[in-house]
């Protein structure tokens, strides 16, 4: 069974600090990795896209890493603001139709002041 | 460019009744894929269509049916609402082949 499993299922960080959010799956054939941030009661908004020839991407503040070998990805945050907290979902798909994509449960991040 | 629209944006049912909810795609996308998600729960894909044809489809009962129209427009429609319907139902929009699926805001829907 294809599966995404994210860690930690939680975290809170002080403003300012980095931090990194985990992602593992064993679908296959892999075809890209996403990662989404859905602030509470909004729909997802896409953050970065990975190809399997691709091992890093950034968007501003925010690195996704990915190591196709080991079938592992990263999120990194660099210099938290309050406005990060929010889930994270790593997302990886099969081929590039929706139907083929296994969701994570996410990861909920907590940025104090 | 307009996003994804979902509509309507929060709605309150009783138990038995049955709702529709409708999305409309970022235009010039065909891939039209429907998603709940209770809350603290991860995305639990419902089903996609694409030119007007279900091509893929989750693990939900047969109370949970959608379509899609000639202008990509789609709707769900759930039947003899469980309060455990109670979720956020999120509509996502693709091109043919796109990579990156783009959500609406949902539609909040709670059963009584």
């Known amino acids: 069974k294809n599966q995404v499993e994210q860690s930690p299922q939680s975290l809170i960080i002080l403003e300012g600090k980095n931090c990194t959010l985990q992602?593992?799956?064993?679908?296959?054939?892999?075809?890209?990795l996403r990662w989404y941030k859905q602030d509470t009661g909004r729909g997802p908004v896409s953050l970065t896209i990975?190809?399997?020839?691709?091992n890093t991407k950034s968007n501003g503040r925010y690195t996704a890493t990915l190591d196709a070998d080991t079938k592992q990805s990263s999120l990194h945050i660099t210099a938290s603001q309050l406005s990060d907290s929010a889930s994270y979902i790593c997302?990886?798909?099969?081929?590039?139709?929706?139907?083929?994509?296994?969701f994570g449960d996410g990861t909920t991040l907590t940025v104090k002041p | 460019k307009a996003g994804v629209t979902q509509t309507p944006r929060y709605l309150i049912k009783t138990r038995g009744q049955q709702v529709t909810l409708s999305c409309s795609p970022i235009?010039?996308?065909?891939?039209v894929s429907w998603y709940q998600q209770t809350p603290g729960q991860g995305l639990q894909f419902l089903f996609e269509?694409?030119?007007?044809?279900?091509?893929n489809k989750g693990n939900f009962p047969g109370r949970f049916s959608g379509r899609q129209f000639s202008n990509s427009r789609s709707e769900m429609n759930v039947s003899t609402l469980e309060l455990g319907d109670s979720a956020l139902y999120l509509c996502?929009?693709?091109?043919?082949?796109?990579?990156?699926?783009?959500f609406g805001e949902g539609s909040w829907l709670t059963v009584v």
């Open positions: 992602c593992n799956y064993t679908v296959s054939p892999f075809s890209n």
């Open positions: 990975m190809t399997f020839s691709e």
């Open positions: 997302v990886v798909s099969f081929f590039t139709n929706a139907g083929k994509s296994t």
């Open positions: 996502a929009s693709s091109f043919e082949g796109g990579n990156t699926i783009y």
């Open positions: 269509y694409f030119s007007e044809t279900q091509r």
């Open positions: 235009s010039g996308h065909r891939s």
